[in-house]
């Protein structure tokens, strides 16, 4: 089964759009193809927010939201070329001999710099039983790097403390590409921004002031995940894949990828795994855990995987994910959203602290945490 992206004219109507939610609900039509919506989100900062056509485009993402979780979108501020130049950069530093990365390796704080293949197992955080690996089983087929915070958060004194080690952890940079790091902070910056943006769509979209979120994401602990899934010269081991099934753990996940075979996967409601086919000229968007918990699941966090390329060109291809994971603040206090929760559907989770949560989420994906 495969899913592809189908794009949604924002003009429609909300009642039209209801007639294409079979496009979005995996269960509709086991025997269709299925499609992740593509979304052209420039309404948002062309024209009013009581437009009829900024109005379908938060219908757009709410229904996308609610079924799938996932969606693709065009019509940012950012160039195809601004994202190919950052990919192209981060593929320079991926190229370099094993003993050139691993001067940076991510050792002290293990979510700032180089991890090479085979450290981390996206499956080891999941909770479900026919999902989660032990760290006897082999490790995913990628290789990363992980910038965190380009702020100096330091300034803020005995509030950010606790998270001096851990959210605010200080990066590192690779000297033998010289353009790697003013590149990647630039990078960091613009999908932040977008973030941000975003999220003002989803306070909209929740009936919201827009900078609901403001106040919890302004000094937020947002990472920068490089994935380079490399040329695979042997086979993998079985029930290796470049990345395991695995839900993110945030509020929300930018994917600019490479194109090429071996890419993503998601798992629908039957528990199947549906191939996604994705628009070069798109930004993949997803909603991570903690957004569908503090949406009291009215949107859902959905399982996904990288699978490997098929065996004829395994040895022939490679892949490139820039992956921006957003967070919020550190202390953030995530509790359900005023309005996803009434009398007929009460609060279904406790208040959650995000650094601890997310701190804990992102060890686990490591062999030497579970291990230990």
């Known amino acids: 089964m495969q899913i592809a992206c189908q794009f949604f004219d924002v003009s429609l109507a909300f009642g039209t ?36 056509q900024t109005k379908a485009l938060l219908n757009q993402i709410d229904l996308a939201l609610k079924d799938i979780g996932f969606l693709c979108i065009t019509g940012t501020p950012l160039s195809a070329s601004y994202i190919e130049n950052a990919q192209a950069v981060a593929q320079r530093f991926f190229d370099l001999p094993l003993a050139e990365k691993l001067k940076t390796a991510a050792i002290k704080y293990k979510s700032r710099g180089y991890t090479a293949l085979g450290e981390q197992g996206l499956s080891y955080a999941m909770d479900a039983e026919d999902i989660k690996q032990n760290t006897v089983q082999p490790a995913d087929l990628f290789e990363r790097y992980r910038i965190g ?166 040895k022939e291809n490679k892949r490139l994910s820039m992956v921006f994971f957003h967070q919020p603040n550190p202390d953030a206090v995530v509790s359900c959203i005023p309005t996803c929760a009434s009398e007929s559907n009460p609060i279904k989770y406790k208040d959650t602290l995000a650094g601890v949560y997310i ?14």
Request: glycine content about 4%; charged content about 20%.
């Open 359 to 372: 701190s804990e989420k992102i060890n686990r994906n490591f062999k030497s945490y579970r291990s230990a």
């Open 17 to 52: 759009l209801l007639a294409h939610s079979i496009f979005l609900n995996p269960l509709a039509y086991t025997n269709m193809k299925l499609d992740i919506p593509l979304i052209d989100v420039s309404p948002f900062w062309s024209l009013k927010r009581e437009d009829p």
């Open 149 to 314: 915070p380009i702020d100096d958060f330091t300034q803020l004194g005995e509030s950010v403390k606790p998270f001096l080690e851990t959210a605010y952890a200080p990066n590192q940079w690779p000297y033998q590409v010289a353009s790697f790091e003013s590149v990647m902070k630039d990078y960091y910056k613009s999908m932040n921004q977008l973030s941000r943006n975003l999220l003002k769509m989803f306070a909209l979209t929740l009936d919201l002031d827009e900078n609901w979120f403001e106040d919890k994401v302004d000094k937020g602990m947002s990472s920068l995940a490089i994935n380079h899934y490399p040329t695979q010269e042997t086979p993998p081991l079985p029930g290796q894949l470049r990345a395991g099934a695995h839900a993110d753990f945030g509020t929300l996940t930018i994917v600019a990828a490479t194109s090429g075979p071996g890419g993503l996967q998601i798992r629908n409601k039957n528990k199947e795994w549906i191939d996604v086919s994705t628009n070069p000229n798109c930004l993949i968007v997803n909603i991570g855990d903690m957004m569908a918990q503090w949406s009291n699941d009215r949107w859902v966090s959905t399982v996904h995987r990288v699978v490997n390329p098929p065996a004829e060109v395994a």
